[in-house]
C-alpha cells in the first residue's frame, strides 16, 4: 500500500494563479481532509470529506475549492493564490471519524 | 464549538529527563483522543490513541498518555527521553462528523 500520497512536494505560485494539489489514498477510507500547517498554529481544517460526493468546510475554507468524485481522490484547488496560502498542506484520511487519520508527505507552497 | 489547548509550546530536555506534555481539549460530547508526531521532515504520524476503556493508553516508542475526563485532559508522558525523541507533537480530538481539531503544538528539543 502507497498510503496517502500528494503531488507536487513543492510548489512556487504568483499571486493570482491558480493550482490543484493532489491527494490520493489507497485505503478505502471514506474520510479525507485537507490542512495547513504554519508555524505556532498546528494544523488547521480547510476542507473535509466524510465520502464520495460529500464536503464540508473546515476552519479555514476561504480562498480553497474542494471536490470527491471518488474514494481515492480528494484534491484541493486554490482558485486565485495569496500570499497568505504560503503553507505547508497536508492530506490526511481515515477509517471513519472515530478512528486515526493517515497522512501524506505534505505540500510545501510558497506564494510569491 | 470543539478546541485543542495544548500548554507547552517548546520544551527543552536533556536525554532521560521524563517527559509530560499538556493537552486539554474543549468539547461537550463523546471525543477520541490522539497524540500525533512529526519528526524533522517528516509527516505526521500516530503515537497513540484513546476511544474508551482503560483511560490509560500507551503507545509507540515508551510513550503513554492518561484521559482524566473530569479535567478534560489527555497529557502525554515519556519517563526517560531518548534524542531521537527530538520532534513536534501534536494532540488532536475528533468529534462525530469527521471534523478533527489539532493543538498548536509542542516543539520538543532534546539534548543529548
Known amino acids: 500500500n502507497a498510503g496517502v500520497t500528494q503531488t507536487p512536494k513543492f510548489q512556487v505560485l504568483k499571486t493570482g494563479q491558480s493550482m490543484t494539489l493532489q491527494c490520493a489514498q489507497d485505503m478505502n477510507h471514506e474520510y479525507m481532509s485537507w490542512y495547513r500547517q504554519d508555524p505556532g498554529m498546528g494544523l488547521r481544517l480547510i476542507h473535509y470529506?466524510?465520502?464520495?460526493?460529500?464536503?464540508d468546510q473546515g476552519e479555514v475554507p476561504n480562498g480553497y475549492n474542494v471536490s470527491r468524485s471518488t474514494t481515492e481522490d480528494f484534491p484541493l484547488r486554490l482558485l486565485s493564490a495569496a500570499p497568505s496560502q504560503t503553507s505547508v498542506y497536508f492530506c490526511?484520511?481515515?477509517?471513519?471519524?472515530?478512528?486515526?487519520?493517515?497522512f501524506g508527505p505534505g505540500t510545501r507552497l510558497t506564494v510569491t | 464549538a470543539q478546541s485543542v489547548s495544548q500548554h507547552n509550546h517548546h520544551v527543552i530536555l536533556s536525554e532521560a529527563a521524563s517527559l509530560e506534555l499538556g493537552c486539554n481539549y474543549s468539547y461537550g460530547g463523546t471525543v477520541n483522543l490522539f497524540w500525533y508526531v512529526q519528526y524533522p521532515g517528516q509527516h505526521l504520524q500516530l503515537l497513540l490513541k484513546?476511544?474508551?476503556?482503560?483511560?490509560l493508553v500507551k503507545g509507540i516508542k515508551g510513550f503513554e498518555a492518561e484521559f482524566i475526563k473530569s479535567k478534560f485532559s489527555f497529557n502525554l508522558r515519556k519517563p526517560s527521553v531518548q534524542w531521537s525523541d527530538t520532534a513536534e507533537y501534536f494532540c488532536a480530538v475528533n468529534a462525530p462528523a469527521g471534523k478533527s481539531t489539532f493543538g498548536d503544538g509542542t516543539t520538543l528539543t532534546v539534548k543529548p
Open positions: 484513546y476511544f474508551s476503556g482503560d483511560p
Open positions: 490526511a484520511s481515515s477509517y471513519s471519524d472515530h478512528y486515526e487519520q493517515y
Open positions: 470529506s466524510v465520502g464520495a460526493g460529500i464536503t
